[in-house]
C-alpha cells in the first residue's frame, strides 16, 4: 500500500450545493465522536464507517474508550478517504458530542473550518460553528428510551454531510436488521426525528459533501479478527485464552468460527491456564494459538519458555497496551517488545513477527503457525491496541497463499518406518521430527528438564551444549524463511523510516507529507523483529545518510535492539517516539524527525 | 519387541519404600487390566518427586511446569478425546502452586484422571511443610488443606476417591474405576493416595493405625455429596484419614467436557487441517465479511 501526495483542485460532489452556500468538498473527512460510556459514540463510530465503505471511501475508525463498560468519558473517530489511509487524520472535521468533555478534547484539534453537532439535553456550547439538538429528549418522547440518540445523532450527521438519504437508511438496516424487528423499527425512526431536526436546522443541510471512492472491494475488519480469522485458515484449531483488553476479541471470534472446523475454544482460569493447555494440545497434536496483552504476557512468559525448552510448538498473540502493570489497558503502546527479545529465565528461541495492517496480520498469522510448527518454537505474534481495535478498509484476505507446513510431523506410516523414535534427536537443521501421542506402536517423553535424545533428565556437560546449540541454532537456520521487511518509497532516498506494527500507517502518511515537500524517503517496515533482520536492516542503513525508528515507547526499544545487534551503523539510528497512549499522525511523525536525536 | 524403538523408562529416583512405588505399580496394572496401549496412554507429571512417575513406564510422557499439569492434561484431552490422559504430581504441586487449576479441574470436568501423591511435605526440595502438613510439622503454624472436602463442595459430577500405598489392591480396584470412568467420558476422576515419604515424613505407621475405609461406615453413600461430606468431616475432626471411593455420579451420563464441546466428532488433532479440502469452507467464512 502507498500514500499518494495529497490531492490539490476539485473533486467532484456527491450531492448538490448546500442550502446556505456551496457545500465544502471533502476528500478526506475525519469525525470525532464523543460521550459517556453507554452513550453509544461506538454505534454513530460504526454506522459511520459503514456508509463512508458503501461510499467506497477507505475507512480508519479508532475508538479511545476507556476501561469500564458504562460511564467515563469515552471517545472515537471515525475517518473516510478517497485515498488509502491506516491512521488518524491530523484534524478533525466535525465533533459529535454527547458531553462537554467531548469538545473540550476535540476542540484543539477541529479544523479552522469545522462543526461541531452536539447533544444540546445536558448542556449548550457557545462555539460559533456548532448546532445543539436535544437528541435524547427528540426521541425519548416517541421511542419510549433516550437511548436512541446517538442514531438520530447519525441522522443528524448525515444532512450535515449531505449523505444519500436511501443509503443512509441502508446502513441502519444493515447493522440492526439482526438484532430484533423492533430494535430496527425503532433505530429507523430515531434516524428520521434526527434527519428532520437536522433539515431544519439554519447552516446545517448539506455543509459538506463528502467525496465518493473507489475502494469497492475492501472489506472493512480489525487485526484482531485477521488474527482469528488467519488462526483457522492456517489450520489453528485449539485456542485458550483469558479475557483481557485489547486482546480479548481474539477469542470472540473464535468462539464463532472455530466450532464448524471441529475446533475447541476454552476461556481458561487465568493466563497461566490458557498457555499450559495449549502447550497440551499442541503436543497432543493440534495446532494453537493465545492471544493476551502485557499483564497476561507476564504469567505466560514461564509457560513460553517451557515451550521452547520442550520443544512444543505455540503461538502467542500479543495485543499490546501501555504498561506495565495494568498500565492503561485501552491505550495504545509497542512497549513489550525489549520484554519479549529477552523474554523469560534462562535463554531460548523465538521468533517475534508483527504485521502491519488487517490483510498483513491474516497472512502472518498463517505463517507462524507454519513457522512454530516446522521449528517447534514459541512464535510471538506481535500487534499493538491500535492494529487490534481499530477497524479498517482491508483488501479482501488471499487464500491462494494460505498452505499449512507441519514440518517434520510424522504420519502413522513414517513413524512405523522409523527403527527408533528420539523425540530430541539431534539433526542437520536442529529440528527433531515429532509424533504426536496416540501414534501407533511409539511413545516419547516430553519435558522441560534438559535431556537427552529419548527426552530422559540429563545433565550431562556435552549434552547440555548439544542441546543448547539445537534449540539457540534454530534463530540462524530459520532466518530465509521468516516474513521479509517490505520497502516503501525510492530505493536511492538518502532518509530512511523503520517502522513495526500499526505504526507503518501513519509512517506511510508521514512519507506522502515530506515527499510533496520534496524530500524523499525510504520506508522499511519489519515483519520480523526478533531475531533481528540484519541481513535487510543492515545494507538499508548503509543506502541511507540516516533512518528514523518511529516507535510508540518510552526507551525506543527498537532502536535499541537495533544499536546492540547493529553497533556499526549506530549512528545512523534515530529515534522517533510517542508514548501518551496515542497512535502516531503524520504530522507527529515529521515533527518527530524534525527534532530527533 | 518389533517396530519402532521408543524412549525406554528409566530406574524411579524414588528412596526405597517410597509410597510413590506402589503407585507406579497400581497405574502399571489398571492400565494394563484396562488394555490400555501405552501409545494411547498420556502421563502428565507434575513437579516434585512424584511428578517424574512418567519417566518409569513405557508410555507418552510430558514432563508440565510447577503445578500446571492440570491445564495441559485438558489441553491433550480437549485436542484428543480418544487419548486416556492422567495427571500425576504432589501436594505441593496440586494445591499449593496448582491450587487454582486445581479447583477448575473439578469445574471444567474433563476426562482425565488427577492423581495426587500425598505425603503432606516436599520431599524434593528436602522436607519443607507442605499445605498438607499437620500442625507443627517443620514449625507449621496453618491447619492442613483438606483435598477431599473441597473435593467434595464443588458441585460437579466428578468421580473422587482417596487411596493408601499400603493397600496397593484396593488402589488398584479405585484406578481402574476412575480410569473407566475417564474412558466413557463421563468427566473428572480425581484420586489422591496417602503416599508417605518414607525420608522427611515416615508416616507409615501413624496411617496405618488412622486409615478408615469409608465403605465400611453407616450411611456410606457415594451418590450422597451431602452425606459423604459429612461422614468424611466427622472422620477428619476424629483424627482418622477416610479413605475409599468418595463420590460417584448418581446418574451416569456423558458429563465430560470433551463430549460436551465435541460430541461425537473427532476434535482438533483428528481433523484434516490442510487448506484444500476447507477452501469452500473458509470461501464461505471470508465472503461473510462486510
Known amino acids: ?112 473550518h469545522g462543526f461541531v453537532l452536539y447533544d444540546s439535553t445536558t448542556f449548550r456550547s457557545d462555539l460559533p460553528n456548532s448546532a445543539g439538538f436535544p437528541f435524547a429528549t427528540l426521541v425519548g418522547g416517541p421511542l419510549g428510551q433516550p437511548i436512541f440518540k446517538n442514531t438520530a445523532a447519525y441522522g443528524a450527521l448525515s444532512v450535515l454531510f449531505g449523505f444519500d438519504p436511501a443509503m443512509t437508511k441502508a446502513v441502519i438496516e444493515e447493522r440492526f436488521r439482526r438484532r430484533s424487528p423492533e430494535a430496527l423499527e425503532k433505530n429507523l425512526k430515531a434516524l428520521e426525528i434526527g434527519r428532520k431536526a437536522a433539515l431544519e436546522a439554519p447552516g446545517v443541510p448539506n455543509r459538506f459533501a463528502v467525496v465518493s471512492g473507489d475502494a469497492h472491494d475492501a472489506i472493512l475488519t480489525t487485526g484482531n479478527q485477521a488474527v482469528a480469522l488467519g488462526f483457522v485458515v492456517g489450520g489453528g484449531r485449539f485456542f485458550a485464552g483469558y479475557p483481557i483488553t485489547p486482546a480479548t476479541e481474539v477469542m470472540e471470534y473464535l468462539q464463532r468460527y472455530l466450532p464448524a472446523f471441529n475446533g475447541v475454544v476454552r476461556q481458561a482460569e487465568d493466563e497461566l491456564a490458557a498457555i499450559n493447555m495449549i502447550i497440551g494440545a499442541s503436543y497432543a497434536g493440534a495446532r494453537v494459538m493465545t492471544s493476551t496483552s502485557g499483564p497476561g504476557l507476564s504469567l505466560m512468559t514461564e509457560g513460553i519458555g517451557h515451550a521452547a525448552t520442550a520443544e512444543i510448538p505455540i503461538v502467542v498473540a500479543d495485543c499490546q497496551r501501555v504498561g506495565p502493570s495494568t498500565g492503561q489497558p485501552t491505550r495504545h503502546e509497542q512497549s513489550d517488545l525489549s520484554h519479549l527479545a529477552n523474554l523469560g529465565h534462562g535463554e531460548y528461541p523465538r521468533f517475534i513477527l508483527a504485521p502491519a495492517d488487517p490483510h498483513d496480520a491474516f497472512e502472518v498469522t498463517i505463517e507462524s503457525l507454519n513457522l512454530a510448527e516446522r521449528w517447534r518454537l514459541p512464535v510471538i505474534l506481535l500487534l499493538d491496541q491500535a492494529l487490534s481495535q481499530n477497524t479498517t478498509t482491508s483488501a479482501r484476505f488471499d487464500l491462494s497463499k494460505a498452505h499449512v507446513d507441519r514440518g517434520k510431523r510424522l504420519n502413522p506410516e513414517a513413524a512405523a518406518a522409523l527403527a527408533q523414535y528420539k523425540v530430541y534427536e539431534f539433526t542437520s537443521d536442529g529440528v527433531s521430527p515429532f509424533a504426536p501421542p496416540g501414534t501407533p506402536g511409539l511413545w516419547s517423553e516430553i519435558t522441560g528438564n534438559e535431556h537427552d535424545e529419548w527426552g530422559h533428565v540429563s545433565v550431562n556437560p556435552t549434552n547440555r551444549i548439544k542441546m543448547m546449540d539445537k534449540r539457540m541454532e534454530k534463530m540462524v537456520r530459520a532466518r530465509d524463511e521468516l516474513p521479509a521487511s517490505r520497502f516503501f518509497g525510492p530505493a536511492d532516498a538518502k532518509i530512511g523510516l523503520i517502522g513495526f506494527g500499526s505504526t507503518s500507517g501513519p509512517i506511510l502518511e508521514a512519507q506522502a507529507v515530506l515527499a510533496a515537500r520534496g524530500i524523499p524517503t525510504r520506508y522499511l517496515q519489519a515483519r520480523t523483529l526478533y531475531p533481528v533482520p540484519t541481513h535487510e536492516i543492515g545494507p538499508f542503513l548503509d543506502r541511507v545518510d540516516r533512518a528514523y525508528v518511529v516507535e510508540n515507547n518510552y526507551t525506543g526499544q527498537f532502536a535499541r535492539l537495533l544499536r546492540e545487534t547493529m553497533p556499526e551503523r549506530h549512528a545512523k539510528i534515530r529515534s522517533v517516539r510517542r508514548y501518551d497512549g496515542y497512535t502516531f499522525r503524520a504530522v507527529d511523525i515529521v515533527a518527530g524527525m524534525e527534532s530527533a536525536v | ?172 480396584a479405585i484406578l481402574e474405576e476412575a480410569l473407566r470412568f475417564n474412558r466413557e467420558g463421563r468427566g473428572f476422576a480425581f484420586v489422591e493416595d496417602l503416599s508417605p515419604c518414607v525420608t522427611y515424613n515416615d508416616t507409615y505407621k501413624v496411617w496405618r493405625e488412622k486409615i478408615i475405609d469409608v465403605t465400611t461406615l453407616t450411611g456410606y453413600d457415594p451418590t450422597d455429596r451431602k452425606a459423604m461430606f459429612r461422614i468424611c468431616l466427622e472422620q477428619v475432626e476424629a483424627g482418622r484419614l477416610p479413605v475409599g471411593v468418595m463420590h460417584r455420579p448418581k446418574e451416569l451420563a456423558q458429563d465430560g467436557l470433551e463430549v460436551k464441546l465435541l460430541g461425537d466428532r473427532p476434535g482438533p488433532v483428528r481433523t484434516d487441517i490442510r487448506v484444500e479440502p476447507n477452501l469452500a469452507a473458509y470461501q464461505k467464512l471470508l465472503a461473510g465479511m462486510a
Open chain 1, 1 to 112: 500500500m502507498t500514500v499518494p501526495a495529497a490531492r490539490i483542485g476539485p473533486v467532484p460532489s456527491e450531492s448538490g450545493p448546500a442550502t446556505g452556500g456551496p457545500a465544502r468538498e471533502l476528500a478526506d473527512v475525519s469525525v470525532m465522536i464523543g460521550g459517556q460510556g453507554g452513550d453509544g459514540t461506538l454505534t454513530v463510530t460504526d454506522l459511520l464507517a459503514r456508509y463512508f465503505r458503501k461510499r467506497g471511501l477507505y475507512v480508519y475508525a479508532s475508538r479511545n474508550v476507556l476501561s469500564r463498560i458504562r460511564g467515563g468519558h469515552a471517545d472515537a473517530s471515525v475517518r473516510g478517504s478517497r485515498d488509502p489511509i491506516s491512521a488518524v487524520k491530523h484534524q478533525v472535521d466535525v465533533i459529535v458530542a454527547f458531553d462537554a468533555q467531548a469538545i473540550e478534547i476535540g476542540q484543539h484539534e477541529l479544523a479552522p
Open chain 2, 1 to 172: 519387541m518389533t517396530g519402532t524403538l521408543s524412549a525406554k523408562p528409566v530406574p524411579p529416583i524414588w528412596c526405597p519404600g517410597c509410597g510413590d512405588f506402589s503407585v507406579l505399580a497400581a497405574v502399571k496394572k489398571a492400565a494394563s487390566n484396562l488394555k490400555i496401549a501405552p501409545h494411547d496412554l498420556v502421563l502428565v507429571g507434575g513437579i516434585g518427586c512424584s511428578g517424574s512417575i512418567h519417566n518409569f513406564l513405557e508410555v507418552n510422557g510430558i514432563h508440565a511446569l510447577h503445578g500446571r499439569l492440570l491445564a495441559q492434561a485438558v489441553g491433550v484431552k480437549l485436542a484428543n478425546p480418544a487419548l486416556t490422559v492422567v495427571a500425576a504430581g504432589g501436594d505441593g504441586d496440586g494445591y499449593a502452586i496448582g491450587m487454582g487449576h486445581f479447583i477448575h479441574a473439578f469445574k471444567k470436568n474433563a476426562s482425565i484422571l488427577y492423581l495426587v501423591m500425598n505425603n503432606e511435605t516436599y520431599g524434593l526440595t528436602k522436607g519443607q511443610a507442605s499445605p498438607t502438613s499437620q500442625l507443627g510439622f517443620e514449625g507449621n503454624v496453618e491447619p492442613p488443606f483438606h483435598s477431599i472436602l473441597t473435593a467434595l463442595s464443588i458441585p460437579a459430577p466428578n468421580f473422587i476417591a482417596r487411596t493408601f500405598s499400603g493397600d496397593p489392591k484396593s488402589m488398584i
